[in-house]
């Protein structure tokens, strides 16, 4: 097709010059006596010889151009894949630091316990693992939530600074992995795919962690990571030291379950008011189930949260199992705390001012098998509610 294009092209400027040539011009053929005028042709060649001289030389200035910005293009393109190979080294480079730290708390440790000598053997990642266990163990559930969360902070604390010297290098490296990726100049499809690879890196035992250090004065700088990024998207939330009031009566299928709820739910709460400006309603599409949730939102500034349940059934969902071991008013107090801790604790107080917002609990309702709880939150200056991003 290259070639033809350009016999044609080369065929029409022979075909237009001819008629220039013959213009006004009478042509004899096969005429002996007809005497070629010199004159006339050198004029016409030099005129031919300027014009496609000229269209020539701006024909070169263009493919020049052209030229030169591929050549632009390719450099600029070449330079990208060196930057990013750069970062990828660096960013990887990191992430071995961050699972060599990780490796060596994860190292034989002694301990002493009244005056016995314990040896620890921890196997991979079996450290965090651990000492999230003891924690879980020591902690002693208190009258509210906020109580709950100081204590937290507490035994947490403690063990910072038992561990400080190694915990604190961990959680300093991972703090400049996230800065590394902040700061990158990557396109967002790349530095998500990143961010995945380094979420994927961290267990829910240490996701335990970095919540408690987030809400300490040691992580204040890392919370804005946390949140911007998520990194605590997949953080069992039921795990936390604050809702042991419930959990501590549950098995680890039961315990599970719970977190589903609250996992489903969070992201359903997010996805209505995101996308809703005005009020709406969610309903659970199956009403023969033993428990079903019902959520209510006036335009983006109050959620209501119902909890139906229906004695006369029996409950065959698995993430509602835990849900027989309670009362009703430990229920309506647990659906108080889960908005607490998705509002307000679960983003480190950061995208909900505290004194803007009001919980309430309406009284529980029962009549005959059917029992009805009520928990909301609103925000009294009607500003719209804002939650975690997934």
């Known amino acids: 097709m290259s070639r033809t294009f350009y016999i044609i092209i080369t065929l029409l400027f022979i075909f237009a010059f001819g008629l220039i040539f013959k213009w006004n011009k009478e042509i004899y053929l096969f005429n002996d006596e007809y005497i070629v005028d010199n004159e006339l042709l050198g004029t016409y060649g030099d005129f031919i010889g300027g014009v496609l001289g000229t269209i020539f030389a701006l024909i070169s200035i263009l493919i020049l151009i052209r030229t030169f910005n591929q050549q632009k293009t390719v450099t600029e393109k070449n330079e990208e894949q060196i930057e990013n190979q750069r970062f990828n080294d660096l960013f990887f480079e990191l992430l071995r630091l961050y699972q060599s730290e990780i490796s060596e708390l994860c190292g034989t440790i002694h301990r002493e316990r009244s005056n016995e000598r314990i040896i620890i053997n921890y196997n991979n990642k079996d450290f965090f693992d651990f000492e999230k266990e003891l924690l879980q163990r020591a902690f002693r559930p ?7 969360i100081k204590e937290g902070i507490k035994l947490y604390m403690l063990f910072y600074i038992k561990n400080r010297t190694k915990v604190s290098a961990c959680f ?9 990726l902040d700061n990158a100049n990557l396109k967002e499809s790349v530095k998500k795919n990143y961010l995945k690879i380094l979420r994927a890196q961290l267990t829910d035992s240490e996701l335990f962690f970095i919540r408690y250090n987030g ?3 040691y992580g204040e700088k890392f ?12 953080l069992p939330t039921f795990d ?3 809702f042991k009031d419930w959990w501590t009566i549950l098995d680890k299928v039961e315990r599970m379950g719970i977190n589903i709820v609250f996992h489903n739910s969070t992201r359903l709460l997010k996805r209505i008011l995101l996308k809703n400006d005005s009020d709406f309603l969610f309903k659970a599409s199956d009403r023969n189930l033993k428990y079903s949730f ?3 939102t006036k335009r983006n500034y109050e959620v209501d949260i119902t909890l139906r349940i229906d004695n006369s059934r029996i409950n065959n969902v698995m993430e509602y199992r835990g849900f027989e071991k309670f009362t009703n008013k430990k229920l309506q107090a ?4 889960f908005l607490k801790e998705t509002f307000i604790y679960s983003n480190f107080q950061k995208f909900n001012k505290r004194q803007d917002l009001d919980f309430y609990s309406n009284p529980i309702i029962t009549q005959g098998n059917i029992c009805i709880i009520h928990s909301g939150i609103r925000n009294k200056q009607k500003l719209p509610l804002k939650i975690k991003n997934n």
Do not use: A, F, G, Q
């Open 240 to 242: 936390l030291l604050e």
């Open 172 to 180: 300093r490296t991972l703090y400049r992995i996230y800065d590394l």
């Open 215 to 217: 809400m300490t004065y």
């Open 294 to 296: 019902e959520i209510r």
């Open 334 to 337: 647990l659906l108080d705390c």
């Open 142 to 148: 208190m009258r509210s939530y906020e109580s709950n």
């Open 223 to 234: 919370v804005n990571y946390i949140n911007k990024y998520n990194i605590l998207k997949h």
